[in-house]
């Protein structure tokens, strides 16, 4: 294989990694509380309270927004310095990237502002 076929290939699958390790982890946590309520189920004929509320309760905090949102935005402050440091011509198209995950972020930010959580016991 050609380098210049390798380099991209890694890179692409690099980024479905990243992305898919996350899901598989969400997914493979889920399965075992299932099985641990269909077990529960069927060994006592009614499941275990604890177990059901691992699954419904929302695991999200309060300030999950509000940290999202700072983070998106200091990933947009990051590029936009980025930008500024790489010039005129070269540095507009990391400003003009840098509109997505800031716009994202502030809408986290307003989000944790205006619509309000439940605190979590």
Avoid: Q
């Amino acid at each position: 294989m050609e380098v210049a076929i390798l380099v991209p290939l890694i890179v692409f699958a690099s980024i479905v990694l990243i992305t898919g390790i996350p899901f598989y982890f969400r997914h493979r946590n889920r399965r075992v509380i299932y099985e641990a309520i269909k077990t529960s189920v069927e060994k006592t004929g009614e499941a275990d309270p604890k177990l059901i509320a691992a699954i419904t309760v929302d695991s999200i905090g309060p300030n999950a927004d509000l940290r999202r949102g700072i983070l998106l935005v200091c990933v947009a402050a990051a590029l936009v310095g980025l930008g500024l440091i790489a010039g005129d011509v070269e540095g507009l198209p990391l400003i003009g990237l840098a509109l997505l995950p800031g716009l994202i972020g502030g809408a986290y930010i307003v989000f944790h502002f205006f619509i309000p959580r439940e605190p979590i016991v």
